[in-house]
């Protein structure tokens, strides 16, 4: 499996802060899900719950907030459109329009459970039939009126006999009417599992320790509607879904430097990258036909950045060597937009942004600063 494993407790903690803090972003819950999202932000992704208490207010996730204070977007995300409000007198444009929130589904949980997170779906249904399931706020529309509802579509259990860290116990799956279609328990030992969610929210990969002493680990790929595609056997404790659901890019373990990337698929492991450093940071493209990486390579005694693209099954497809040097190497977050462009920034005091077509060519160059630096915001990331 790797080299040095290292201290349970550490791994858990690394592993915790990917899978916590970049893919759940959010708390756990307990009792009711009563979630407003605004407008074009309530697409389909992960969301907050909050208190019971706090269910009748209109609520924001904390990505959201993010948005209002900064203007910055999260990958991934649909941008805030400009709204146009048609006058008599001709018409103008104002951002300052609210935006009418999308009505959402409540969803109760049994006594003694917490949820750690959700994903929404989206239905379209009637006014009545939204009132009929219990959907608040629309009393002022028309019976035969058509709304967009945000409904719970995925939510994951979080094991109440786990203490300390969080650990997933189930994942249930739900219709537009909240009612459970399926529920996926997790197997092997929990406390060493997690869910890792793809980019597109499609996929998820459920991700468990079998077996601590053999070095023996799974990962069990299901799409948003609860069916499992296929497993695998590999020895990876962070490990990452593609958006099409066809293969897993991970790493063995936290505290081997030089540790390669795997990519695996469902026949197996499919190829084994090298690297030099523990600095990592990936992203994959919308489709999930290829990926990139930033890596931190050790040179002569001097960092140095490089960027290299990937197919589906590892394949090295292009690489700009030596985007950045220096203390400007040490984190360069990542992104690949939806209409493939690949954003490297660069880290330090430097806070060059390059944009890059999928063939490699550079689209433009810009400078940024430590704002933006901090408001970047890539796939996965991991630091020395």
Known sequence: MARKIGIVSTIRRKILKIEVIKMFK?????????????????????????????????LVS???????????????????????????????????QAIEPKPVMEYKLPEGEEIVDVI??????????AMALGI???????????????????????DMN??????????????EKGEMKSEYQVKGQREWTGVMVSKNKKYLNVHSIINYEKE???????????????????????????????????????????????????????????????????????????????LTTRIEGEDRADLIVFDGEGNELWRKNGITRGIAADYCPINITDDDIITVMTGGDEYKIYHFDKKGNLVKEEQGNLELLRQFNPDYSRAR
């Open 62 to 96: 904390s990505e959201q907030k993010e948005i209002e204070s900064t203007g910055v977007q999260p990958e991934g995300e649909s941008k805030p459109a400009k709204v146009e409000v048609a006058e008599q007198k001709g018409t103008q444009t104002s951002e300052a």
């Open 216 to 294: 023996e680990a799974e990962s069990i790929m299901l799409n948003d509607e609860g069916k499992v595609l296929w497993s695998v056997k590999h020895n990876l404790f962070e490990v990452y879904p593609s958006p099409n659901g066809k293969y897993l890019v991970g790493l063995p373990t936290i505290e081997w430097s030089d540790a390669p990337i795997y990519v695996y698929n469902e026949k197996g492991l499919v190829r084994e990258i090298k690297k030099d450093d523990l600095s990592c940071r990936l992203s994959f493209s919308k489709d999930g036909s290829y990926f990139a990486v930033t």
């Open 26 to 58: 959010q708390k756990a819950i307990k009792g009711l899900i009563c979630l407003v999202a605004i407008g074009v932000f309530a697409s389909t992704g992960w969301a907050m719950g909050k208190k019971p208490a706090e269910s009748e207010q209109l």
């Open 136 to 158: 608040k706020g629309l009393e002022q529309k028309k019976a035969t009126e058509t709304v967009k509802v945000q409904y719970p579509k995925v939510i994951t259990i979080k």
């Open 120 to 129: 929404f779906g989206e239905a379209e249904m009637t006014v009545e039939e």
């Open 162 to 175: 786990i203490k300390g860290d969080v650990s997933i116990k189930s994942i249930r799956f739900l219709n």
